[in-house]
């Protein structure tokens, strides 16, 4: 990091580009080359690859290069917070120090990944609206097939209050408002009303995250507003759909809710769909009765217990008066 200083990172505006290779790694040592086989971690002047940080998974993809080079990047990271390390495996050709090499992220992957970032966004902004500005966040995980949001809170969500902020959250969604990104500084940014994460170190100029409806409920300012050096959407339709999956306690005043996004979220709504049927199915009854039915068996249940209860009553007094 002191030799070759920053990675500069091209992956907002960009899925591929050209680098340099700065540094290579073979089994924890810096090394001038790697050949075909080899697991390598790669280091460029710069990169559309995004290092794992703020809770957001690093980006897979490929690098190429001369002479039939082909390395699948299978994860990114970011040591120092400032360089962006490539992990990958060598399935073709020979790679060197000073070698320009072309880098293209998994993009179907990151458009993932954005969605459920974003949506942590929104769902942090239903949270404070439903449940109050106590709620701040303590944790999150944004990865390709999920979401997971930690937040401060003394009791557990009610199913009513799960729903309205799922509702909330899918609202954003379809008013389809584009996302915008600023630049400023870190004073500015907290008196524009941007939501700033409690004991995080900041540099001179961050990244202001807006998003959601404007002047929200009468309030002036966007539905969302925090600092964030993620990736995200470019506007909030593109998550598609939101479900919160799971609501559960990390540690003493600390929620976590599970979600998805998207075709997951719609694969997850199926294959709910498809259990009701099959239920539905073994009941002999319509998806829509399901209910009615169960609740007729449990009851017809309950009736035969007391039955069969009172039969064995009749029965051992019949035994003992014998």
């Not at 091209?10 to 050949?35: C, F, M, N, P, Q």
């Not at 917070?81 to 399935?91: D, E, K, P, S, T």
């Not at 600390?254 to 719609?266: D, F, K, M, S, W």
Request: hydrophobic share 40%; net charge negative; charged share 25%.
């Amino acid at each position: 990091a002191e030799r070759e200083g920053a990675t500069e990172f091209t992956g907002y505006s960009s899925t591929e580009g050209e680098g340099r290779v700065v540094a290579l790694i073979v089994d924890g040592k810096e090394v001038a080359r790697a050949d075909s086989g080899q697991e390598v971690i790669i280091l460029t002047n710069q990169t559309p690859f995004y290092g794992e940080s703020g809770g957001q998974a690093g980006d897979a993809g490929t690098i190429t290069g001369d002479h039939r080079l082909e390395i699948a990047v299978s994860d990114t990271s970011k040591p120092l917070g400032r360089l962006h390390a490539h992990h990958g495996v060598i399935n073709s050709g020979t790679i060197a120090v000073g070698d320009t090499v072309h880098l293209a992220i998994d993009a179907e992957r990151r458009d993932k990944i954005r969605a459920n970032h974003s949506a942590t966004h929104l769902v942090h902004a239903a949270l404070r609206n439903r449940l109050g500005e106590h709620v701040t966040q303590k944790g999150s995980l944004v990865a390709e097939d999920r979401l997971r949001f930690d937040f401060s809170h003394p009791k557990p969500l009610t199913p009513a209050e799960i729903a309205a902020i799922e509702a909330e959250v899918n609202a954003e969604i379809r008013a389809n408002e584009e996302v915008r990104t600023q630049l400023m500084s870190p004073d500015d940014a907290i008196e524009a009303g941007a939501m700033a994460l409690f004991g995080e170190k900041y540099g001179e100029e961050v990244r202001v995250l807006s998003m959601g409806r404007s002047n929200w409920e009468g309030s002036g300012r966007n539905y969302s507003v925090e600092l964030c050096g993620g990736t995200h959407v470019r506007a909030t339709g593109d998550i598609g759909l939101f479900r919160i999956i799971s609501e559960s306690a990390v540690s003493s005043g600390v929620r976590r809710i599970e979600a998805l996004t998207g075709e997951a979220a719609r694969q997850w709504i199926v294959g709910r769909e498809e259990s009701l049927k099959s239920v539905a199915a073994t009941l002999k009854t319509a998806p829509d009765e399901v209910e009615a039915r169960v609740a007729a068996l449990v009851d017809e249940r309950k009736a035969l217990e007391r039955e069969l209860a009172e039969a064995k009553k009749q029965l051992a007094l019949g035994g003992g008066g014998g």
